[in-house]
């Protein structure tokens, strides 16, 4: 864990989410969230791990080993398969089809570049090693790219013209891990808006508990997806980072995680409390502006204690960052907060002796950086839209809250305007379209 996010491979000022999981590869579970502990058996059982069928490229009923690059799009296509050289000028005879072209001389971004010219509709690159390696091939490409090792290279020569698939494998069993989540009972998971908005939900799978989600635990499918009608990846916020998965089946006698009032909120900000983080995201210190992957991801999940902080502590902290009032700050402390793959999991408040659920994982600038505030999506802000859909009188999570509403409630007017609730706590939001696309335009890796 370290400051909150669930992509791999959106850079740290980003979102944490784990949009690009296949890169990490997990052989222990040792590792521990950025200065936190291992949970132990019996701690947040109300945890959610989410996960997503991994996707193969399948070759004449051959499933060889690949690795997504960093930036591209990860659309699943089939295709015939058109060898391109090592790419250096517009692919002939690659009209819809899958332009395979050698690793060497010019960068990833002229390959891809001069593939789409020729009208291909996906990249293969292969290596003339025996490992598969990645890369960046900049925002302005529009072709899923995929890395495949030396070994992969004669299985793809010895069948160009030949059609290759590319998508999501049957079953949770092989399923990769990207996001975290909370249980909140009758079959309802809160996450994070970032983790799921792009995501179908035949796609994914949900278990629960803080131990490895690997032991032969139950695992459920998710029926439906609802992230919040005004989350957007676009422009200059973060806000409204919430959604609600609905899975196929409410699992028996599992604890879930009540949802934090205002007054609850108020309670522990104003008492300048801890609360925990659960996760299992990245376990090292990562700067403002790194990459995911530096550090591993773990099977079972970490806890950390985090200081709250007060809404106007919090903006005096960080004023270049345009914090919003849907948003909760917590944290600072050097080595302790959460990281790539936390993103969605919980911020648990404890009340006399019961966990409450304040907040869900959203950003931060860095991981465990000393300064730099986690930022969290306000629970009791979405509380009553939370609800409606929960309670089947809603079919969009929609909304603020100023005020509370319990299950069964009738409908009220719920909606705040960003003057309203700046007393209560709260984080913001982040430059991340922007902050992308310096990245991604100016780490171009030179294909040699």
Known sequence: MSAGQGCPMYFRRVFICVLFFSIFSVHSAEYRVVGGLQATSDQAPYLAALLQRKKSLQVAGVSLPTQVFADSITSSFEAPLSHCGYGLSPCAHAQG??????????????????????????????????????????????????????????????HIGESVSYGYQEGAEDADFFCGG?????????????????????????????GSYLDGRDTYGVKAVYPHADFSTVGLSLGHDVA??????????????????????QEAFNSADVAQV?????????????????????????????????????????????????????????????????????????????????????WGVGCALEGHYDVFAS???YRNSLYRVMNGDSQELVGQSVSDLVPGDIEIEDEVTYSDSTEIGGGGSLGFFFVLLFFRLSRRQMDL
């Not at 291909?120 to 900049?138: C, E, H, K, P, T």
């Not at 909370?182 to 803080?210: M, N, P």
């Not at 790194?290 to 099977?299: F, I, L």
Request: glycine residues 12%; contains cysteine.
């Open 182 to 210: 909370s249980y909140l009972g009758d079959g309802w998971v809160l996450t994070a808006a970032h983790c799921v908005a792009d995501r179908k939900a035949e796609d994914l799978f949900v278990a629960f508990g803080s």
């Open 379 to 381: 629970v009791a802000t």
């Open 97 to 158: 089809k899958a332009c395979v072209i050698a690793r060497g001389t010019n960068t990833f971004a002229d390959k891809v570049a001069n593939c789409a010219k020729g009208g291909g509709v996906a990249v293969l690159i292969y290596n003339y090693f025996d490992r598969v390696f990645s890369g960046v091939v900049g925002l302005q490409q529009e072709l899923p790219v995929i890395a495949l090792s030396g070994l992969a290279r004669d299985q793809l020569l010895s």
């Open 244 to 265: 609600l998965l609905s899975i196929v089946a409410a699992p028996d006698h599992l604890q879930s995680i009540p949802l934090a009032s205002w007054a609850d909120q």
């Open 278 to 362: 659960y996760g299992r995201g990245e376990n090292g210190i990562v700067a403002a502006g790194g990459v995911a992957g530096s550090s591993s991801m773990s099977h079972e999940a970490f806890v950390a204690d985090m200081p709250l902080a007060d809404r106007q502590t919090c903006v005096s902290t960080m004023p270049d960052e345009p914090l919003e009032n849907d948003m909760l700050c917590a944290g600072k402390q050097w080595a302790v907060g959460t990281c790539f793959g936390d993103s969605g999991g919980p911020l648990v408040w404890r009340d006399e002796g019961e966990d409450k659920l304040l907040g869900v994982i959203s």
